[in-house]
């Protein structure tokens, strides 16, 4: 594993909220705004983006820890921006925060781990 960063150093990650992300059990919708479930898929993607450029021939990022702190709704159609920042890196672990934004609302927020292995 190599690492070109610095603790502080940013990715940036836009998506848009499809009807596929919002919230459903078992095929019934429960509500037309972006899913926790879905949010988390998108937050690993965008402090995933430090690991692609760090892992190596043969490694693999594997996600350890996520906490996600959703406090605010966004609508299907919408875009939003999820801002991750490296906090540190030990070893083979990556650690980052998290923000995700709509229209200039903090809507969710938290850290994320992962952890760049060789794989077998």
Request: net charge negative; aromatic share 12%.
């Amino acid at each position: 594993m190599r690492n070109p960063f610095r603790p502080g150093d940013q990715k940036r990650y836009i998506t848009s909220v499809t009807p596929e992300k919002v919230a459903q059990f078992h095929g019934e919708v429960v509500h037309p705004y972006y899913a926790t479930f879905a949010l988390a898929q998108d937050i690993e993607w965008a402090c995933r983006l430090f690991v692609l450029e760090m892992k190596e021939e043969g490694e693999e990022g594997i996600g350890t820890y996520l906490s996600i702190h959703h406090v605010g709704s966004v609508p299907v159609g919408a875009q939003v921006e999820i801002v991750a920042t490296l906090l540190w890196v030990l070893g083979v672990t990556v650690h980052c925060g998290y923000e995700v934004w709509w229209e200039g609302h903090r809507v969710a927020y938290g850290e994320q781990t992962q952890k760049v292995l060789k794989m077998c």
